[in-house]
């Protein structure tokens, strides 16, 4: 990727997530709380899902993860087929292609201007980058553009966002307000909609993931209680399937 340091969004963008120690930060964040913890594997598995639910058996496919990061989900789809991750930051590559063996196709580039043509891959997968698209140029409707063109005719793009009405996030909100900082930029079904209207698919599918952490704030880690809440999540989900901190949509083009 040619970083042009003239453009103002990828500018900022490359100073948030380009320093040495952003991956070690993500990856600290990801792995350390159990709730926390919880909801990323959870997550992971729910994805998972949806592939396989999706894929004829034994067949191959291609795969790209877009904001791939340190690579969580690409050792997971490495198992399905040929993974491709796409990152704007260096140092979040880096670390991919450890967690990854080097099996990965890593690239640098910006999720508002993928490098490759249309119809390229089965699957597009995209989880934490939309929400963190919060600054005055981001584009989120520009990346699903994007993530749109590059999946191939009846292949599926999986994205994850994170909702507004959760107890984490709404702190998480506060607080951005309180520093003056620019909040993350949550979502609603309802804001779903809106950035899904104009694209044209076969289908549309919003799932709410784990309703119940809903209502933990980030400092009440319940260890103990994992099993539980596991538990209650899977009825919630079922009694309440567009309730919880995060949204997964599935659209099949
Ligand atoms: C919060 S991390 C999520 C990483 C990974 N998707 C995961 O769930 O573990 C967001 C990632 O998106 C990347 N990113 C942010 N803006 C981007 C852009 N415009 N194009 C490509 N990557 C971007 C960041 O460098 C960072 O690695």
């Known amino acids: 990727m040619t970083t042009n340091h003239t453009n103002p969004r990828l500018k900022r963008l490359l100073k948030r997530y380009g320093k040495k120690t952003s991956p070690v930060r993500w990856d600290f964040f990801v792995g350390y709380r159990p709730l926390v913890r919880y909801r990323m594997e959870r997550q992971t598995k729910k ?26 989900y690409l050792t997971h789809f490495l198992s399905l087929g040929k993974a491709v991750g796409v990152d704007i930051s260096k140092p979040m590559l880096e670390q991919a292609e450890k967690n990854t063996n080097g099996r990965a196709t890593l690239i640098q580039a910006d999720a508002e201007n993928l490098p490759f ?22 584009n989120p409707k520009k990346v699903l553009n994007e993530m749109y063109r590059v999946t191939k005719n009846k292949g599926q793009i999986i994205f994850t966002v994170e909702t507004w009405y959760s107890m984490p996030n709404l702190i998480s909100y ?28 076969q289908s549309i599918n919003i799932y709410g993931l784990s309703p119940i952490t809903v209502f933990f704030p980030w400092a009440r880690d319940p260890l103990s209680m994992m099993k539980l809440i596991e538990r209650i999540d899977n009825k919630l989900e079922k009694l309440m399937p567009l309730f919880g901190t995060q949204l997964i949509i599935e659209i099949k083009k």
């Open 47 to 72: 994805l998972l899902g949806l592939i396989k639910r999706n894929q004829q058996s034994n067949q191959e496919f291609t795969l790209l993860d877009v904001g791939c990061g340190t690579g969580r």
């Open 117 to 138: 043509k249309d119809n390229t891959f089965d699957v597009v997968t995209c989880s934490y980058l939309l929400e963190n698209l919060n600054g005055p140029k981001d």
């Open 174 to 201: 506060v607080i951005s307000f309180l520093k003056r900082k620019t909040p993350l930029n949550f979502y609603s079904v309802k804001k779903i909609k809106e950035l899904t209207k104009r694209i044209d698919v």
